[in-house]
């Protein structure tokens, strides 16, 4: 039975936006994005305002609704806005430098710094599709304890820079390298900037979303890498998971489909759902990992770390009419099989690291 996640179909009537912008873009199922960022800008710009003009302790009052109303409202679907256009930029050539207004101004309003999720998720995640050389793989950790989780989280949230960098300087990627640091800069002067006009609201505005954004990226990175089959830790199709028939997609661009994204990165956002219809049996053979009807992957993260099996089960689609305690079981080895070790806070990678940890000799 076919998915009920979101395919692209044409707009009933344009709007003055969409005519004015439509000529610009490279692919009209892109206006939504545009369409978007017009949102984005329209809400967030006049309350940012506002907020700016208030005393510190006024700012205290209206903290909670102010992170509650962005984040519930605007946060997954900047994220993953962010995510595709970073994957297929959206402007034709002439117009490109039009692209920068979603990281660079858009994204310190929702916890993102301009360039750091190019440089991460681009140039590394997808590079080293969570093998060891990954900076953020999961294979070390075992995915259903809470301490290895906080581990992951600070090594990435205190010193990712260092790792990231490190990571990109070795492998030649220079100019990666130089648009991190740049875009970073960028970031921490307009908060230095921000910080004299009005600490606290500096403080609401751009400091807050940024923590509690790595703290979610990093949840969903570790939920979408979670259940891991080690017969084939280097394939998409075993390394990850697809979320079906879920609000969740409706509202962030199908990114439930984990799997499809990591076998057709550049695929767009509207074709994931009828690609993974199109292969039922594909799915069934490989023994993907698909879960229906689930939240999203904060959800799975939260009952990972509650050891609710029993729960994920329910979720799971049964490709291979397994027993529930067979699916049970099956998801407590995928989850808590583990591969190297656990990377020091510290490390400094080295070119001996660097090959040792290529995906090439892994896999081997």
Known sequence: MPTTDPRWSPPQQLTPLDRLFLPLLKDERDLIFVRVSALISAVLFPIVTVVFLLE????????????GFTFLMFGGRYGLMLHATGHRPIFKREYRWMQHYIPFVLGPLLGHTPTSFEAHHMMMHHVENNML???????PYRRDHFPHF???WFRFFALSYLHIGRYLWLRGK??????LMGGELVWLAMVTVAWQLNWAATTLVFIVPMLMMR???MAGNWAQHAFIDFQDPDSGWHNSTCLTNTRYNHKCYNDGYHIVHHLKPALHWSEMAQWYDDRHDEFRERDALV???IADNQMIWFLLMFKRYDKLANHVVNLRERSHEELVEMLKERVRTQQGPIPALLRWESREHMVANSRANVAA
Do not use: C, E
């Open 133 to 139: 050389g990954d900076q953020s793989t999961t294979l």
């Open 291 to 293: 879960f229906d009807g």
């Open 174 to 179: 220079l100019k990666t390298f130089a648009r």
């Open 56 to 67: 510190p302790f006024q700012v205290a009052l209206v903290a909670v609704p102010y992170i």
């Open 215 to 217: 703290w979610l990226m």
């Open 150 to 152: 906080l581990h992951y």
